[in-house]
């Protein structure tokens, strides 16, 4: 089993950029397919980034790109999601995720094994 924790969250004002990291203990970071996803109040979780174990593919989902971008620091085992040009519509808590099954679909939560507590990112305009 996989340790996750998210941090770095806050509130930033719209057009601002936050990096969010998420530590990754018990395993390395390369045993595992890592994603972001996100919930906003009254929403379902939706996909936000993903990043394949050894790094060879990343995907970020299409009404994000251009703004978030995912990436991982395998010597810390750590996990980022850079953010940039904020907008209210981003506000949710982000969490980071981790999938053992090499094939599976990162684009549903479902695949996921394990999940960090979440951190709570606010953007005002």
């Known amino acids: 089993q996989v340790q996750l924790v998210e941090s770095g969250g806050g509130l930033v004002q719209a057009g601002g950029s936050l990096r969010v990291p998420c530590v990754v203990s018990?395993?390395?970071?390369?045993?595992?397919?890592m994603g972001w996803f996100r919930q906003a109040p009254g929403k379902e979780r939706e996909f936000v980034a993903s990043i394949t174990r050894y790094g060879a593919s990343e995907d970020v989902a299409d009404i994000l790109k251009g703004r978030f971008t995912i990436s991982r620091d395998t010597a810390k085992n750590t996990l980022y999601l850079q953010m940039n040009r904020l907008k209210p519509e981003d506000t949710a808590v982000y969490y980071c995720a981790a999938s053992r099954n090499v094939g599976a679909n990162r684009f549903d939560p479902m695949e996921y094994d394990d999940w960090g507590q979440g951190t709570q990112v606010t953007v005002y305009s």
């Open positions: 018990g395993q390395s970071i390369m045993n595992y397919i």
